[in-house]
């Protein structure tokens, strides 16, 4: 009987390793604080965030947040802007853009 009591707890044993095995295989755990999932909460509850949004992806003119001022990466030659890079940042809230180039001009 002493043989079939350690055999049933080997077999429990590896059903467990597979259990857990497989879920963390299907899912990813984070680990959040407290604090911070609070704050994260207020912030939503008051309609503004105070993190600059990351909006790169479509060339733009203007920010969500109205502005249309930005700090620009620029290379100057001969007292001109010989190229510019393409993330941008927003003057007014912080957020990330992309600059708009000749390229990406629509014609209608
Ligand atoms: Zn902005």
């Known amino acids: 009987m002493k043989w079939l009591n350690r055999l049933s707890a080997i077999l429990v044993g590896l059903i467990g390793v597979g259990i857990v095995r497989d879920f963390f295989a299907r899912y990813e755990v984070l680990v959040f604080d407290k604090a911070d999932v609070d704050e994260a909460r207020q912030e939503q509850k008051d309609g503004e965030p105070s993190q600059p949004i990351d909006l ?4 733009s003119h203007v920010c969500v947040c109205g502005s ?3 700090y620009v990466r620029t290379i100057f030659d001969n007292y001109e802007i010989a190229t510019y890079f393409l ?3 927003c003057v007014a809230c912080g957020s990330l853009l992309t600059a708009p ?7 209608e």
């Open 56 to 59: 790169r992806g479509t060339p």
């Open 87 to 89: 993330d941008m940042v």
């Open 101 to 107: 180039t000749p390229v990406d001009r629509t014609t």
């Open 68 to 70: 249309n001022q930005f």
